[in-house]
């Protein structure tokens, strides 16, 4: 008689644990030509793994085609809403589209971010409130580990002019440091809402440390996202301009009510990626 009385509490709480556990469980939006490389990489300089996760063009398994190259920061974002802090990007949904409309088509290698350690593997030099600069150290790994490991493991056009970087806030600030810092590598930066607030260094490094003159920078913030972000960038540009850097290879773009997030990025990928791999004049 008391099992019987049970059994609709019990129906009741099974039927409410099932409800909870479908809604906790998000689907993978990343698109069938993602994947997660097969193990983790060694940070060597500063003793930590790291997930890399690898967008190949919808043509690569039908040719025999090597394609251009982008760096991107914060992996977990870019993909897959499964994985993101927040939204993702829809980078693999945006290049798709890109293949199918233009026939533009580019391999993306997205390497995650540190978790709380972000802010500091993101930055070259050193912040009071937020510790100590990882991102020497950072950037040695994308550069002789990760793009060593995918250029001989996948069909990649290496050369400097085929290989760019891209990333937003602090992920902006390091990708403009990596066009300067490693010219051999890079010819090309999307610097999305860049912290250029991290550290006044960036202006003194891009002082001392200037750009190739083919070295494209896209550059694109919203006005919605405060003052200082408009006064830095717009400092930024001038700076650039004021030291010759050709007027062809720099667009500096202000989105009006925009505010910073992957909302905003997303919208802007698709021309920040086709602008930089435009045939541009030698120098």
Same mark, same amino acid.
């Given at each position: 008689?008391?099992?019987?009385r049970?059994?609709?509490f ?19 939006s990343?698109a ?9 990489f ?7 793994q790291r ?15 090597? &394609? =251009?190259? !982008?760096?991107?920061?914060? #992996?977990?974002n ?5 994985? $993101? ?5 829809q980078?693999d ?21 540190g978790?709380?350690?972000r ?5 070259p ?7 100590a600069?990882?991102?020497k ?17 996948f069909?990649?056009?290496?050369e400097?002019?085929?290989t ?13 440091y990596?066009?300067?810092? &490693? =010219?051999? !590598?890079f010819?090309?930066? #999307?610097?999305?809402s860049?912290?250029?607030?991290? $550290?006044?260094d ?10 190739k ?7 694109v913030y ?6 200082g ?12 301009k ?11 773009r ?9 909302k ?20």
């Open positions: 008689m008391l099992i019987k049970l059994i609709p019990i129906l009741f709480i099974l039927c409410n644990c099932l409800m909870a556990c479908s809604e906790s469980i998000k689907p993978s990343a069938d030509n993602v994947q997660i490389l097969p193990f983790q060694v940070i060597t300089g500063l003793d930590k997930t890399v996760r690898l967008y190949l063009p919808p043509s690569y398994r039908s040719s025999e085609k090597s &394609y =251009p190259v !982008v760096y991107m920061h914060d #992996g977990q870019l993909f897959d809403n499964l994985t $993101s802090d927040r939204e993702e990007w980078v949904e945006s290049l798709n589209a890109l293949a199918k409309s233009k026939q533009f088509e580019v391999i993306v290698v997205a390497i995650d971010h978790g709380e350690a802010m500091n593997e993101l930055s030099w050193e912040n009071k409130r937020f510790g600069a990882q991102g150290e950072y950037m040695d790994f994308i550069v002789d580990v990760v793009k060593v490991y995918v250029d001989n493991n069909r990649t056009k290496p400097r002019l085929y760019a970087i891209m990333g937003a806030g602090m992920g902006g600030l390091i990708s403009h990596a066009l300067l810092a &490693y =010219p051999e !590598v010819s090309k930066a #999307g610097i999305f860049p912290a250029y607030w991290y $550290s006044p960036i202006f003194a490094y891009s002082q001392f440390k200037k750009a003159l083919d070295s494209r920078f896209y550059v919203g006005d919605a996202e405060g003052d972000m408009i006064v830095d960038t717009d400092k930024m540009y001038r700076q650039l004021s030291q010759g850097h050709p007027r062809d290879n720099m667009k500096f202000r989105v009006t009510d925009a505010e910073p997030g992957e905003f990025w997303k919208g802007e990928f698709s021309d920040a990626v086709t602008w930089l791999f435009q045939q541009q004049p030698s120098f």
